[in-house]
């Protein structure tokens, strides 16, 4: 395979991707929310959207990739209120934090990072357009998108107007014309955080936050809009009618990419059921790059089962692919990717598929073939693994303690003392599930078993 295809959302097909602009792919996706951690949710969006980004860095000269931050919010100012500061230093820990986060699984960073609350005078000039156009109107404060004057509205989630009625869990609030009517600007009271307006002292609604960054940094049209499918309705869908309608003549995105949701031991993760997993916490159990590649491991248009026993399994492939690169040290990435990956990757990033050229690849690397080996770095690069050298990869999460007894063991084989040298390497192995390897000149090597 020689093209790039991918599904679309919008058109509900897969079909070949065709850049607006070969020389420079823009592409933009739905940052955090900042008020908390990200759960492990969170990065099934980021690391696949990451590896699309990689794919097409390899394809064409320049790639634009936006990734917002949502920096005021409803459930930021209740974070304020309660600890009594302003959104600013809510925000500050968790933007913080998601960096270092997608940071440990290897995620590249965007070119652009736009925050909503720098964009305020952006939201505001589109809420004029979709004023003018007769799209939106102001009542008591707010300034509400209506639905009715958009005649495609529902069409990109597929929705009929009484499910969209209540798929967006609407207020019917007095002010509205109609129920579906979804709110672009909203008034703040003294003790919330607002902006001037001409409609008064007040804050951006959700939705309106990415029409204004993207169309700043990306323009009317772009190439590629991605996420998790929880935001094809409300989010995208009127995300994608107010950009449309404030720019008369556009479509916005050419191609919705959307990744479906995970679950956790089988279920959907919910803080009720004791399963919601804060990312932060999952990578203090296992190295960033197996938390990664079990979130490759199934198609990112399938639901993944995210478990221990999931995450033992992918840090065991990965052990057998560094050890596929051991047996041939020194050896640089070959300039191509291998068909083996690159072919499934290109049929709308099959990573389970590039994964299975992966452990082809392993096979021959095993067996004595270098070639292999520097082909498995290639894929490598655009998968986002093989980050470390097997040895940082198998000494990973060993503690000061098991080193300090495969120093007592080396000094043991000095002094000639070899039982008790076996003594520790058997410590070693059945109390902390270490193996260690002896090298030449009194060296050694330590990996987990």
Same mark, same amino acid.
């Given at each position: 395979?020689?093209?790039?295809? !991918? +599904?679309?959302?919008? =058109?509900r097909?897969?079909?070949p991707?065709?850049?607006? $602009?070969?020389? #420079? @792919? &823009? %592409? ?21 959207f ?8 390899? !394809? +064409?000269?320049?790639? =634009? ?8 919010? $409803?459930?930021? #100012? @209740? &974070? %304020? ?6 959104i ?27 925050r909503? =609350?720098?964009?305020i ?10 004023i003018?156009?007769g ?7 707010h ?18 107007p009484?499910?969209l009625i209540a ?12 129920a ?20 008064g ?13 993207s169309?700043?940094?990306l323009?009317e ?8 499918d929880d ?10 009618a107010?950009?449309c ?20 031991n ?17 990578l ?6 197996a ?11 399938q639901?993944?089962?995210?478990s ?5 399994e ?14 041939h040290?020194?050896t ?5 990717v ?11 990033l099959?990573?389970?598929g590039a994964?299975?050229?992966?452990h ?5 690397a ?10 498995m ?8 693994l ?7 990869w198998?000494?990973g ?23 008790e ?7 070693l ?14 060296t050694?090597k330590l990996?987990?078993?």
């Amino acid at each position: 395979m020689t093209h790039l295809t !991918l +599904y679309n959302t919008r =058109t509900r097909a897969k079909a070949p991707f065709v850049p607006l $602009d070969p020389a #420079n @792919v &823009r %592409a933009y996706l739905c940052g955090p929310t900042v008020y908390d951690r990200a759960h492990i949710g969170n990065a099934r969006n980021v690391v696949i959207f990451d590896v699309l980004i990689r794919l097409l860095r390899r !394809l +064409y000269p320049n790639v =634009t990739y936006v990734r917002n931050i949502t920096d005021v919010d $409803d459930k930021i #100012n @209740v &974070r %304020a209120k309660e600890r009594g500061v302003s959104i600013e230093e809510v925000t500050q820990g968790p933007i913080r934090w998601y960096h270092e986060d997608m940071g440990a699984l290897y995620t590249l960073p965007p070119d652009i990072e736009p925050r909503a =609350t720098a964009h305020i005078g952006e939201i505001i000039a589109i809420i004029e357009k979709l004023i003018l156009n007769g799209h939106a109107y102001a009542a008591e404060g707010h300034v509400l998108f209506s639905v009715a004057s958009d005649p495609d509205y529902g069409k990109f989630s597929g929705r009929t107007p009484d499910e969209l009625i209540a798929g967006a869990r609407v207020d019917v609030a007095p002010y509205k014309r109609e129920a579906g009517d979804f709110v672009l600007w909203k008034p703040s009271t003294p003790d919330l955080p607002g902006w001037e307006s001409p409609w008064g002292r007040g804050r951006p609604g959700w939705h309106i936050e990415c029409s204004a960054m993207s169309h700043k940094h990306l323009g009317e049209n772009f190439d590629i809009h991605g996420g998790g499918d929880d935001l094809i309705f409300p989010h995208h869908e009127n995300e994608l009618a107010q950009s449309c309608c404030a720019f008369p003549g556009s479509h916005y995105a050419n191609v919705w990419v959307h990744n479906r949701m995970l679950l956790v031991n089988g279920e959907k993760m919910s803080k009720s059921l004791g399963n919601f997993l804060v990312l932060h916490e999952v990578l203090e159990k296992a190295p960033g790059e197996a938390v990664r590649f079990m979130l490759m491991r199934a198609h990112y248009r399938q639901t993944l089962d995210f478990s221990d026993a999931g995450l033992i399994e992918a840090r065991k492939e990965l052990d057998r692919f560094y050890r596929a690169l051991e047996a041939h040290p020194g050896t640089v990435a070959a300039k191509m990717v291998p068909e083996e990956v690159m072919d499934p990757l290109l049929d709308d990033l099959n990573t389970p598929g590039a994964i299975a050229g992966l452990h082809a690849l392993a096979d021959q690397a095993i067996a004595g073939d270098a070639e292999a080996a520097a082909e498995m770095r290639a894929a490598g690069q655009v998968l986002g693994l093989f980050n470390m050298t097997p040895e940082e990869w198998f000494a990973g999460g060993i503690d000061e303690a098991v080193k300090t007894l495969a120093e007592g063991r080396m000094a043991a084989r000095k002094a000639k003392d070899f039982a008790e040298s076996d003594r520790i390497r058997d410590l070693l192995l059945k109390e902390h599930g270490v193996i260690i390897e002896d090298g030449p000149g009194g060296t050694y090597k330590l990996r987990k078993a």
